[in-house]
């Protein structure tokens, strides 16, 4: 499986990283080696003195597709869930002032958190989904689809122009504000509404 994951994809999230807006999604990948699923504990790497959390909606893939057209978009997924982009934030800044790729700042081992999934069809509007990560108890990011850039059938269609999605591929579609450092011993729970999407220990 390919995880595909979009940079940049909430205005309030860009202004507190002091980011462009972008004009075109921004997409970047991590290989399967980052995923970190059943609420194992996320031990902090030692390449990095600030690993950031960043809770985004991810998509999961369910067929194969090419050239996705955004209306026939919404058939390519049937479940919606929650999940970590993790990011050692003092990495990314060193490879963005120096213009290299970001894959090691974001594409490490455990990564990925991938959360529960929820039917797509409790949906009725993908871009009207609430959702929000409590760290230590504490809501630090609250997060709400209708503010994305760019809505998730845009970026199915986008992505899929340049990749063939595949069965089982994981979309994470950007955070909004209030990333930030982790700790160790910090717990992390993510919510999609009321429903507990992750929960797990910062090691
Ligand atoms: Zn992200």
Redesign the pocket.
């Known amino acids: 499986m390919k995880i595909f994951?979009i940079?940049q994809n909430y205005v309030e999230h860009n202004k507190e990283l002091n980011s462009k807006h972008p004009t075109e999604p921004v997409v970047f990948m991590k290989p399967d080696t980052a995923v970190l699923r059943n609420n194992k504990p996320f031990f902090i790497p030692d390449f990095s003195e600030e690993i950031h959390y960043?809770t985004?909606l991810i998509i999961k893939i369910n067929r194969i597709g090419k050239n996705i057209s955004p209306r026939f978009s919404h058939r390519y997924y049937s479940e919606i869930g929650l999940g970590v982009?993790f990011?050692a934030r003092d990495l990314q800044r060193r490879l963005k002032e120096s213009g290299h790729p970001w894959e090691t700042a974001k594409a490490f081992d455990n990564s990925a958190v991938i959360g529960n999934f929820l039917p797509a069809e409790q949906f009725p509007n993908v871009q009207d989904i609430r959702f929000s990560m409590n760290l230590n108890g504490n809501t630090v990011q609250n997060g709400h689809s209708a503010d994305m850039i760019f809505p998730v059938d845009e970026l199915i269609a986008h992505v899929s122009r340049f990749f063939t999605l595949k069965i089982g591929d994981i979309l994470?579609t950007?955070?909004p504000v209030g990333v930030g450092k982790v700790s160790v011993g910090d717990r992390l729970e993510g919510f999609i509404g009321n429903d507990k999407m992750f929960d797990f220990k910062v090691k």
Request: proline letters at 0%; aromatic letters at 12%; glycine letters at 22%.
């Open positions: 994951a940079g960043e985004e982009d990011t994470f950007g955070t």
